[in-house]
């Protein structure tokens, strides 16, 4: 049997007189599907063209069985075709390669012994195709890495934000090796980070690390000053990034003994701290905290109970801080939900938990594709560690992955995801905008030295880091 077009007609050759078996007339297709079913209807082989395609020829015996299925979705949204024309098919085989076949919009058959295709019924052909699964498009390649250069010593990065065509990237201190905490100005096109002079500190023997947030031109780096009576004291140092001069600097009232700050979010003219207050035969007890601009003064809103600390000891970490309005947000609670907060309602919690999911949480993160779709990860207080996905509107699903993600941070570009994993490495997933029912599936597994922290610098780059921040790079996406 040969294919002479995908839309047009079917010769019969083998050992029987020419006979031509058209599909049925209708609407050009965009794809098509050929099924050569064995004499059980069981899979021999797959085919499959487009409409636009020059014609193929195929031989086949004149007792094949044969399934034709049309879709206006173009190929690649349907199955991966190999160089002869091939597709790979299962059943009941699920796999990261493979992804389940999609109803067509029309379906023919020629059975053997016949000499004319005839239409199929959808409904009754539904239950075969929901069991099929065919090889889709292969992973994008993993990304490229472009270490920089120009960060002294061995301290961790702590903090990076994006500035017109620069990355203001802070270096937390290396007590270590004697090394005190600095922030740097990095080209997004280039490679040397050179430091900012106002901003590196005297200071080698703290572990506080510096934090920073922008208001405009000004960089507002929070950092610690040497101990009084054996307190942290932090100052707040505001610097022009187009001169370089110190606009403003200050010490905020309402720092409580021991705090150490973790992390700042800005947004919206609002800023929030997290961190933990550290005390003598005692776990670190962690608190979030918001800072009053008009008073100058940290303002403490929640702080976790002896309960909750003790219940995410050993796995407390990165938990979700988000400002999407004036004074209003998104904040993961220790060992509970992630909740809406208001600065001006009383408790500063104003509703149920906004993020369902199988909390409650030790440490959490997520990131958004540009079709609305989220990605969640997260660390249960007895060390699980999980990952869920949803469209938009739609309900939060599980979905596996093979490097363990430690919800430590998520960062995506395009429709790729960084997901921050165990030690050493990370995750890369990748989700289908052709495919939105599907979940995300993971691609690659990369060597990243504890990445922590990453922000987008382009469509197709982000900037990554996290412990020994000279380590820090760009990773270089393919395109789609």
């Known amino acids: 049997m040969r294919f002479r077009d995908p839309i047009a007609a079917l010769l019969l050759t083998a050992c029987a007189p020419q006979i031509d078996a058209a599909l049925p007339e209708g609407e050009p297709a965009k794809t098509y ?28 015996e ?9 879709y206006d979705q173009p190929l690649d949204t349907i199955a991966f075709r ?26 023919s058959e020629l059975v053997p012994g016949s000499t004319a295709f005839v239409a199929r019924d959808l409904e009754s052909l539904r239950p075969w195709v929901a069991r099929i699964f065919v090889e889709r498009p292969p992973c994008l390649p993993a990304p490229l890495y472009r270490r920089i250069e120009g960060i002294a010593g061995g301290g961790d990065l702590s903090f990076v934000l994006r500035w017109r065509d620069e990355l203001i990237v802070g270096v937390a201190p290396d007590m270590d090796r004697h090394d005190p905490a600095a922030v740097y100005r990095l080209p997004v096109d280039g490679r040397m980070a050179t430091p900012i002079p106002p901003l590196k500190s005297a200071m080698v023997n703290s572990p506080a690390v510096p934090l920073g947030y922008l208001d405009g031109d000004t960089l507002w780096v929070q950092w610690a000053m040497p101990a009084v009576q054996g307190a942290t004291v932090y100052e707040l140092v505001g610097v022009d990034l187009e001169t370089g001069a110190v606009r403003d600097r200050y010490v905020p009232d309402g720092l409580l003994p021991g705090l150490l700050f973790e992390t700042l979010a800005h947004g919206f003219g609002t800023v929030i701290g997290r961190g933990r207050v550290y005390s003598e035969n005692a776990e670190p007890q962690p608190l979030v905290l918001h800072l009053d601009l008009a008073k100058r003064a940290w303002v403490v809103m929640l702080t976790a109970t ?6 995410c000891a050993r ?11 004036p004074e209003q947000g998104l904040i993961g609670v220790v060992n509970g939900p992630i909740s809406r907060f208001d600065l001006n309602v009383p408790g500063f919690i104003v509703d149920a938990p906004t993020l369902s999911g199988p909390g409650p949480y030790c440490r959490n993160a997520r990131t958004f594709l540009p079709d609305g779709t989220e990605i969640l990860a997260f660390v249960r207080p007895n060390g699980g560690l999980g990952q869920l996905w949803r469209s938009p509107g739609g309900a939060w699903e599980p979905f596996d992955v093979s490097t363990e993600i430690n919800a430590h941070m998520l960062a995506s570009i395009g429709h790729q995801v960084l997901a921050g994993g165990l030690v050493n490495l990370a995750a890369i997933l990748e989700r289908s905008p052709a495919r939105p029912e599907l979940p995300p599936r993971q691609c690659h597994e990369i060597s990243l030295s504890k990445v922590r922290l990453a922000i987008a610098v382009d469509e197709h780059t982000l900037f990554a880091g996290g412990s020994n921040a000279s380590n820090s790079g760009f990773l270089d996406f393919a395109p789609p």
């Open 33 to 60: 599907l050929y099924f050569d079913l064995n004499g059980d209807d069981s899979i021999a082989a797959v085919h499959a063209y487009t409409s636009d395609e020059a014609a193929r020829v195929l031989e086949l």
């Open 62 to 70: 004149a007792t094949t069985h044969l399934l034709v299925l049309e």
């Open 82 to 107: 190999g160089a002869d024309a091939t597709v790979r098919a299962s059943v009941d085989q699920p796999s990261n390669d493979a992804w389940p076949l999609l109803m067509p919009r029309r379906a």
């Open 306 to 311: 002896s309960t909750d600390t003790d219940a």
């Open 315 to 325: 796995n407390y970490g990165q938990m979700i801080t988000e400002i999407d309005a």
